[in-house]
């Protein structure tokens, strides 16, 4: 049976056939380094042994023998500069190796033929030559140990000759002189051996050095790398955690603020509908109403910053959208700026709820303005663009819409665009901005699914760009539902809110719409009512209760009134989650038109 092979004992296979390549490699490449000193020291030795045989040898062929030394010197000297000069040698060590070996083999056997065939007659001379032989064999342990088969190659065809001459002398001292020859070039080969295992050794163990100094700066910059994103994480971790609980803050309060306003809201309308002949009051009343509208938009701003508004995503063709929003966004650039947009791109369809995404274009719009006190050119751009998975940060790979503003303005520094999205926080002149619009920017965004990327430089201006999740199926072309305008027809609705201004308002809006009301502080109270004798057609209740909040007293009436109808009213409705599900919902503050319209819908 045949089994998978071992990853690590593959892997170090690998890296020991790479690392013999490249002992090779250094082997010949420490050969032909020493070269030139074992090529000068070979016609220095020439020279003394042409003086030192001159009278006891043959003259000429002492010369050829001479001229055919120095022609092998100056061949290998010039394979010396070919391999220095090859910027291919690294390629061709075993081409390299072979030649060196065999210019170190016909170098040996020349200095093999002089101590066989010049052997001059007196132990003075015989000894000079033993001398220059055995001293060019240790030479040449110091400049080929790197490379054993060149070693071999010069040693025993120069030492072997000579010893045999001394070996077929009839005398002792002859003998005792061969012999010591052939110890002689076995110690060398030995000693070249042990030098050819250190030279492995020592070259493996700086492979394995400058590898693991490679590792090392591998793990060190694996651990810069991780020590930046780790502080990154922190970073962005101890800013969610800020955002989290500045966010639940202001959920909470918007929630207690949305109730008051739908007091305000719903008793300024009423009033006003009731006082048409006093020309003194109602002025003051529209103006108490406009104010209370606009605390509803900045609790709208707060509640889209802490990313807990209510959203209505569909699928928007952000091009139509852009079309659409034509005139309100000249109205808001103003006259001094250049609008030019850019639409082309077909087919940007974004899952979003199209009036905050009009809301939120509006806010970069004024940015972008209030940006160019002298005017300028206001680009609108919609386009495709893709996420990586690692850029934008917290957005998955994919495929995404994108709606960008930029702007020729002032621009922002790099302190002031890396507190852009921090609540409160503005550059414009005290009380002329709540410091709110591109955070609620970015909570919108976030809630989508999507982000925001803010770019700008002191001035050269700046971009704003909002991703946002691509949308499939039908395309809704209008940004704006309007609520239906059937008229409600006269129901007995059972009325439950814990906060006693909130419930008198709503309570005098069903009442001004002909609705026979009853009201209650808690959910047992509602209970009550609903258990009793009393006929009840709709149950308007707050969410936020205590003991038992508005989804569960939903729940239990309709399981002792199964046709009763519910209505949900909550000053923060994403705080409902999965309560929401299948029951309607509408949030606080809102106007008298828009609760009669809602009843309407339920008797529908």
């Known amino acids: 049976m045949a089994t998978e092979p071992n990853s690590a004992a593959t892997g170090e296979a690998a890296k020991e056939l790479g690392w013999a390549q490249l002992i090779a490699q250094e082997r010949v490449n420490a050969l032909y380094r020493q070269m ?218 918007a929630h207690d603020f949305n109730n008051v306003l739908t007091g305000v809201l719903g008793f300024t309308g009423i009033a006003l509908k009731r006082i048409d002949k006093d020309a003194h009051l109602k002025p003051l009343l529209e103006n108490a109403l406009k104010a209370a509208e606009r605390g509803a938009t900045l609790t709208q701003r707060l509640l889209a910053f802490a990313r807990k508004q209510t959203l209505n995503p569909r699928p928007v063709d952000l091009a139509v959208l852009i079309e659409e929003m034509r005139a309100l966004i000249a109205h808001a650039a103003g006259t001094a700026s250049n609008i030019r947009f850019d639409v082309a791109d077909a087919g940007a369809i974004a899952l979003v709820d199209a009036g905050q995404l009009e809301l939120a274009i509006l806010n970069l719009v004024i940015n972008a303005r209030d940006a160019m006190p002298e005017g300028g050119t206001l680009v609108i751009e919609v386009a495709h663009r893709s996420a990586d998975g690692s850029f934008p940060p917290g957005l998955a790979a994919g495929l995404y819409a994108m ?71 039908d395309v809704e072309l209008s940004a704006h539902e309007m609520p239906s305008q059937v008229p409600a027809a006269r129901a007995r609705i059972l009325l439950c809110d814990d906060d006693g201004d909130s419930r008198a308002a709503v309570a005098e809006m069903l009442r001004s719409d002909g609705h026979a009301v009853t009201e209650t502080s808690s959910a047992g109270a509602a209970l009550d009512v609903i258990e009793g004798s009393e006929a009840v057609d709709i149950l308007v209740t707050d969410y936020a209760m205590p003991a038992m909040n508005g989804a569960e007293l939903a729940a239990e009436a309709k399981l002792r009134r199964p046709a009763l109808k519910t209505l949900l009213i909550s000053g923060h409705p994403a705080a409902l989650g999965d309560d929401a599900l299948g029951r309607a919902v509408l949030a606080k503050p809102f106007s008298r038109a828009a609760l009669a319209s809602r009843i309407a819908q339920l008797q529908g």
């Open 403 to 473: 709606v960008a503003v930029t702007d020729t303005g002032i621009g922002m520094d790099e302190e002031t665009l890396a507190n852009a999205f921090e609540p409160f926080f503005t550059t414009k002149p005290a009380g002329s901005g709540s410091g709110l619009g591109l955070s609620m920017v970015q909570g919108f965004a976030a809630q989508s699914g999507g982000t925001v990327l803010l770019a700008s430089r002191t001035g050269e201006g700046t971009r704003a760009e909002i991703w946002l999740p691509l949308a499939t199926g």
């Open 36 to 253: 030139p000193i074992a090529l000068g020291v070979t016609m220095i030795n020439l020279a003394l042994t042409l003086a030192a045989l001159m009278q006891s040898a043959n003259g000429a062929a002492l010369w050829a023998w001479a001229g055919a030394l120095a022609l092998v010197t100056g061949l290998r000297l010039g394979i010396w500069r070919a391999h220095e000069h090859n910027p291919a040698r690294y390629a061709d060590t075993q081409v390299w190796q072979r030649i060196a070996t065999l210019g170190a083999l016909v170098a040996g056997v020349l200095w093999g033929v002089a101590g066989f065939v010049f052997y001059p007659a007196g132990a003075l001379n015989q000894a000079f030559l033993a001398f220059v032989i055995g001293g060019m064999c240790a030479g040449a342990v110091t400049v080929s140990s790197a490379h054993l088969p060149s070693l071999i190659a010069f040693v025993l065809p120069a030492a072997l000759p000579l010893s045999l001459r001394f070996l077929l002398e009839s005398d002792r001292l002859h003998a005792v002189m061969g012999a010591m020859v052939l110890i002689f070039a076995a110690a060398l080969l030995l000693v070249g051996r042990l030098f050819n295992d250190y030279f492995t050794d020592a070259f493996r163990l700086q492979l394995a050095l400058a590898e693991r100094g490679r590792a090392l700066d591998d793990s060190n910059e694996s651990l810069r790398a991780e020590i930046v994103r780790r502080e990154t994480t922190e970073a962005t971790l101890r800013q969610s955690q800020k955002l989290e609980a500045l966010g639940r803050l202001t959920g909470g309060i």
